[in-house]
């Protein structure tokens, strides 16, 4: 009996040094790729706690089992702080809507007539493609054009032979590319015509995927300083782009808070358009939008190709205000 107590005990305290330090570090997580890595996969953290407390609690560790649930309400908790956003978007009030595609060519790097179709049956007025190779912005910029998208913007990283391109049913005020280390980028405004002329900014960027200290740095430092850049903006805004960093990260978490953003992703994990949810499909690519926007809805849009091509998101001025009274210039970029 002793001895069989001892292998109990033994098994329970070994089993706490996994638990506790693997709730900390998704709450206060260390600097180095393996604690990102971790962080980024907190809502598996969560689940996998409330699955083995179910087992702990069917094979009589009421110890561990109480440890486990502590645990998993403690990442809940977690996440829901973090991603604080509402079960449901807002409702429309007006047939006056815009929609912000976000698309990467990284899960299908070759164009094909399929994709580009699943691209343009989202009726988006301002369409983002990411991770398109150099020698392909050509023949995309001549397909868009030819779509409906005159306007457009497009960067080249050379060194990374990777290329971005923003395409808008509507014309710039002003429109430039950027091209920050780790992360080329567009910035620009736009004049959407209707009963009301409104006027909003957008803010395009990627950032790789590196998973190594220094190129997380200056992701880092990149993200600062766009969120400062940003802030100044008082007008209508909407920032999206592939940030390599989940919603409930502290990087993005201080991102918004700087930048005064919203997030448009409702829940913690991507749908699919047939209403299944990826638990390992983790929701990197983002929109957010000033609060001079209401979010009607957001979708993830897939292809024959990928299951994840990109998002989209519908918005709603929030007022009727005209937009042109706000004094912002290019220069503030």
Known sequence: MFKKSNHRLFFEFFMSLLIVPGVLLCIFPEEGPFFRWWEAHTLLVMLGLLAIGLAFFFINFPRLTLLSFAGCAALCLLLDERTN????????????QLRIGQFSMSNAPHLDEVQLSAILSTASDLISIQNVRPEQITALTNFF????????ECVVDSARQSALGVYSRYAF?????????QAPGIVGKVQVPG???????FFNAHFYGDNTTDVYEQNRENLHVFAQ???RIRAPLLVFGDYQMVSWAKDI????????????????????????????????????????????????????????LGIVGTYEFATQDKQNDVKQTAQEF
Request: charged share 20%; proline share 6%; with cysteine.
């Open 195 to 201: 009963r009301e002329l409104h006027s909003f900014y």
């Open 85 to 96: 956003a509402p079960l449901r978007h807002a409702d429309s009030n007006t047939d006056q």
């Open 173 to 181: 005020d002003f429109v430039r590319g950027i091209n920050f280390p």
């Open 145 to 152: 054009t030819c779509c409906g998208y005159p306007y457009f």
């Open 253 to 308: 978490q201080s991102f918004r808070n700087t930048a005064n953003l919203r997030d448009s992703r409702r829940g913690m994990t991507p749908t699919t358009p047939h209403g299944y949810v990826s638990l390992f499909d983790h929701p990197f690519d983002h929109i957010f939008y000033s609060d001079h926007f209401k979010c009607i809805s957001f979708e993830t849009i897939s292809s024959a190709a990928t299951l994840h």
């Open 229 to 231: 850049e940003l802030n």
